[in-house]
T-cell receptor, first 115, second 115 residues
Framework: IAGITQAPTSQILAAGRRMTLRCTQD?????MYWYRQDLGLGLRLIHY???????GKGEVPDGYSVSRANTDDFPLTLASAVPSQTSVYFC??????????????FGEGSRLTVL | TQLLEQSPQFLSIQEGENLTVYCNSSSVFSSLQWYRQEPGEGPVLLVT?????EVKKLKRLTFQFGDARKDSSLHITAAQPGDTGLYLC???????????????FGTGTRLTIIP
């Protein structure tokens, strides 16, 4: 059972470098999400995609971009990493978007450290 | 942005004791989900409550949705070391015609059960 696969699991990155976190799902879910998790702040939504070909901004989108070329893949790109982007990043999916979201399925996370 | 506050933030108790954690908001939700997250993994859904006043039981865990659908509680009876983890509540806002409702996550309660 795969579900959501994220890569890399962990990465140390120099400030100013470009980084792409990969996310792939095999459940044919319509909606996908990127969250960051920081101590004391919980899970905050960065970007989302309700269906292939569409994306939207979440609560903390600045410094991040996403694309959704197909149903399965939803990469998150940091164009020029800054230390405040040090966090654990979680990709998630749900069968339907919006108020019909239902259960979110999460990957195991990507721990990113920006020095 | 709808805010969800969870309390306590940290809780450490002895095996066999009972405990209750809370998830509170000033906003109304169409449904509320509870997730458990273990170290190095993504959150996993435990239960969804939909109706005001609804009570759901999952073995030793009892979940209740407030009558006004603004708050929820999780009660664990006879806690065991396997219950250790981060408990997150997540609220789904009322469904609109725009279909862009997104889950709002609480900040979490980190529970440690001491053998």
């Amino acid at each position: 059972i795969a579900g959501i696969t994220q890569a890399p699991t962990s990465q140390i990155l120099a400030a100013g470098r470009r980084m792409t976190l990969r996310c792939t799902q095999d459940m044919r879910h319509n909606a996908m999400y990127w969250y960051r998790q920081d101590l004391g702040l919980g899970l905050r939504l960065i970007h989302y995609s309700n269906t292939a070909g569409t994306t939207g901004k979440g609560e903390v989108p600045d410094g991040y971009s996403v694309s959704r070329a197909n149903t399965d893949d939803f990469p998150l790109t940091l164009a020029s990493a800054v230390p405040s982007q040090t966090s654990v990043y979680f990709c998630a999916s749900s069968r339907q978007p919006g108020g019909k979201t239902g259960e979110l399925f999460f990957g195991e996370g990507s721990r990113l450290t920006v020095l | 942005t709808q805010l969800l506050e969870q309390s306590p933030q940290f809780l450490s108790i002895q095996e066999g004791e009972n405990l209750t954690v809370y998830c509170n908001s000033s906003s109304v939700f169409s449904s509320l989900q509870w997730y458990r997250q273990e170290p190095g993994e993504g959150p996993v859904l435990l239960v969804t409550v939909v109706t005001g006043g609804e009570v759901k039981k999952l073995k030793r865990l009892t979940f209740q949705f407030g009558d006004a659908r603004k708050d929820s509680s999780l009660h664990i009876t006879a806690a065991q070391p396997g219950d250790t983890g981060l408990y997150l509540c997540a609220g789904v806002p009322p469904i609109s015609n725009f279909g862009n409702e997104k889950l709002t996550f609480g900040t979490g309660t980190r529970l440690t059960i001491i053998p």
